[in-house]
């Protein structure tokens, strides 16, 4: 299959885009003449839907509201060759497609992200810049470095990633879920820098910095207790083993002084504390081989699509 063949899709998932959503499929028309442009609406109440439309791009509607159902649904709709996720705000620079989808198939990549750099200071909020920042760093330290701006929202991926994501998400989060799937599965990435621009006038953003800030950092945990479960399990199980001995150490002193026991209650306590702590270990071993089950399941369903090639031969 030669590079002009390939079925490019660009996936834009949109909620009260009305001022941005025409000029978003407009640039990604004259950046990627050949793609197909799908306008997924979540619950707009304005014309989004139809401004899209009348842009000339697919549009169809997913009514759970969240964009991860929108990712899930385009990822599970859409079939192509190479995939676009972009935000329909126009604040990803449509030019740096080509440059993003060359890489992704000359390097035999499975996710290009798209690195923010900010052309206006108005672009990036700071705080939305401090949270990506400590959300990049937690996720570095915890599933391996490989990300600079893991909430981008301008990504190229190959069919064998998209088919094979189980997207688990509902919010903003789904960024965060997709650099932890590919971490987790060693998966071939890339970043490429990309200008990033203020919202055009009348397009205002749907992010809340603390709320969605806590949201992802929730979504992180809970993607760090599934897939580390032993690490996180024995950290609770240190934790609750330290309190018992805390609890233990004046009352063995007690009796060690006077060979009596006063305080029965603390030592019941400290004896159930470590209990607990002997629990949350085993549970972390348990759920450790659990998931490396998971992890092979994964793998083999990503193995099971075929790798996006410029050239058959």
């Not at 997913?62 to 996720?85: I, N, S, T």
């Not at 650099?179 to 890339?190: C, M, T």
């Not at 490429?192 to 949201?215: H, I, M, Q």
């Not at 399990?233 to 018992?244: E, P, R």
């Amino acid at each position: 299959m030669s590079s002009t063949q390939l079925r490019i899709a660009v996936l834009v998932p949109c909620y009260n885009e009305e001022a941005a959503v025409a000029t978003v499929v407009a640039d990604f028309r004259k950046a990627l003449p050949a793609a197909e442009i799908y306008v997924y609406d979540n619950n707009s109440r304005d014309r989004t839907a139809a401004v899209a439309r009348e842009a000339g791009a697919i549009v169809r509607s997913e009514r759970r509201q969240g964009k991860g159902h929108v990712v899930r649904r385009m990822f599970a709709d859409v079939e192509a060759d190479v995939y676009v996720l972009v935000d329909g705000d126009a604040t990803y620079d449509a030019p740096s497609a080509p440059m993003m989808i060359d890489r992704l198939l000359d390097e035999h990549l499975d996710m290009v992200v798209g690195l923010r750099v900010d052309q206006v200071q108005a672009a990036y909020r700071l705080g939305h810049r401090t949270g990506n920042r400590m959300l990049t760093g937690f996720l570095s330290d915890t599933f391996g470095h490989a990300f600079k701006d893991i909430l981008s929202g301008y990504r190229v991926f190959s069919r064998r990633f998209v088919k094979s994501f189980p997207v688990l998400s509902d919010g903003f989060e789904i960024e965060t879920e997709l650099a932890v799937y590919a971490l987790e599965l060693s998966l071939p990435v890339a970043e490429v820098e990309t200008p990033y621009y203020a919202r055009p006038e009348g397009s205002f953003s749907k992010l809340n910095t603390w709320r969605d800030g806590f949201r992802i950092l929730g979504t992180m945990l809970k993607l760090y207790r599934s897939e580390r479960p032993l690490r996180f399990f024995t950290v609770i199980g240190i934790l609750l083993a330290l309190a018992s001995i805390i609890f233990a150490i004046p009352i063995v002193i007690t009796f060690i002084e006077t060979g009596l026991v006063p305080r029965l209650p603390t030592a019941v306590l400290s004896m159930g504390l470590m209990i607990m702590a002997l629990l949350s270990v085993s549970s972390g071993l348990v759920l450790d081989t659990v998931t490396r089950g998971r992890r092979e399941m994964k793998m083999l369903a990503y193995l099971s699509q075929p790798a996006s090639k410029r050239d058959a031969g």
